[in-house]
């Protein structure tokens, strides 16, 4: 009578093949795991590109656009350039421009008046339902960018000089109130992407 003996695993075979396992699973894991950071990363770079994408095409837009309209003052008194740019405003930008799409077929202008305001490293585009705000108006207010150190605005005139002032100080009367730019740079300073300079032409 013979005897057929099965061969088993040893315990160091045993113990052998289960650190094997263990390090391919921890290899398995940290591949996922650096998966799936890569892209977060991604998709956060993504964000923020459109995100300064939309911002500058805000802005251009808005420029393109510029119209010689000025607007009333909140209390009806008086009345305020259609584009404004002064380092004395609490804004840094303020704009009258057409292109006001309307869909619904609202009874409102085509023109709006859009302002734009660097707060706490945070850049916001208002504007109002209405051209002639008054108090009592209601006011829109979106974030469109964060991180933004600085947010300057150059204008170049019809001769070419450049400012960061506008209406130019020697502008007088009526004109002072509707004259516009030949063109404008945008200069957004960002703690991510450093300075993005853009010259917007203003239509005529």
Same mark, same amino acid.
């Given at each position: 009578?013979? /005897?057929?003996?099965?061969? !088993?695993?040893?315990?160091?075979?045993?113990?052998?093949?289960?650190?094997? /396992?263990?390090?391919?699973? $921890?290899?398995?894991?940290? =591949?996922?795991?650096? =998966?799936?950071?890569?892209? #977060? /990363? $991604?998709?956060?770079?993504?964000?923020?590109?459109?995100?300064?994408?939309? *911002?500058?095409?805000?802005?251009?837009?808005?420029? *393109?656009?510029?119209?010689?309209?000025?607007?009333?003052?909140?209390? !009806?008194?008086?009345?305020?350039?259609?584009?404004?740019?002064?380092?004395?405003?609490?804004?840094?930008?303020?704009?009258?421009?057409?292109?006001?799409?309307? &869909?619904?077929?609202? &009874?409102?202008?085509?023109?709006?008046?859009?302002?734009?305001?660097?707060?706490?490293? #945070? @850049?916001?585009? %208002?504007?109002?339902?209405?051209?002639?705000?008054?108090?009592?108006?209601?006011?829109?207010? *979106?974030?469109? @960018?964060?991180?933004?150190?600085?947010?300057? %605005?150059?204008?170049?005139?019809?001769?070419?000089?450049? *400012?960061?002032?506008?209406?130019? $100080?020697?502008?007088?009367?009526?004109?002072?109130?509707?004259?516009?730019?030949?063109?404008?740079?945008?200069?957004?300073?960002?703690?991510?992407?450093?300075?993005?300079?853009?010259?917007?032409?203003?239509?005529?």
């Amino acid at each position: 009578m013979s /005897f057929h003996h099965s061969k !088993g695993f040893t315990l160091i075979e045993v113990l052998v093949a289960l650190a094997i /396992f263990g390090v391919l699973t $921890l290899l398995a894991y940290t =591949t996922l795991g650096q =998966t799936f950071s890569n892209a #977060e /990363f $991604l998709n956060d770079r993504m964000d923020r590109l459109q995100a300064i994408q939309r *911002t500058v095409r805000y802005l251009n837009n808005d420029l *393109t656009a510029a119209a010689p309209r000025p607007i009333r003052s909140e209390l !009806g008194d008086s009345y305020m350039p259609a584009l404004m740019v002064s380092a004395a405003n609490d804004f840094a930008l303020a704009i009258t421009h057409g292109s006001w799409s309307n &869909p619904a077929g609202l &009874p409102r202008s085509t023109l709006q008046r859009s302002v734009y305001m660097l707060e706490d490293d #945070e @850049l916001y585009r %208002i504007y109002y339902n209405v051209l002639d705000a008054t108090y009592s108006s209601d006011t829109i207010s *979106t974030k469109i @960018l964060d991180e933004v150190l600085s947010f300057e %605005i150059l204008l170049y005139d019809d001769n070419g000089q450049v *400012t960061n002032q506008w209406p130019p $100080l020697e502008a007088q009367g009526d004109i002072n109130l509707t004259i516009r730019p030949r063109a404008v740079e945008v200069i957004l300073t960002l703690k991510d992407e450093g300075e993005i300079r853009r010259i917007i032409e203003i239509a005529s």
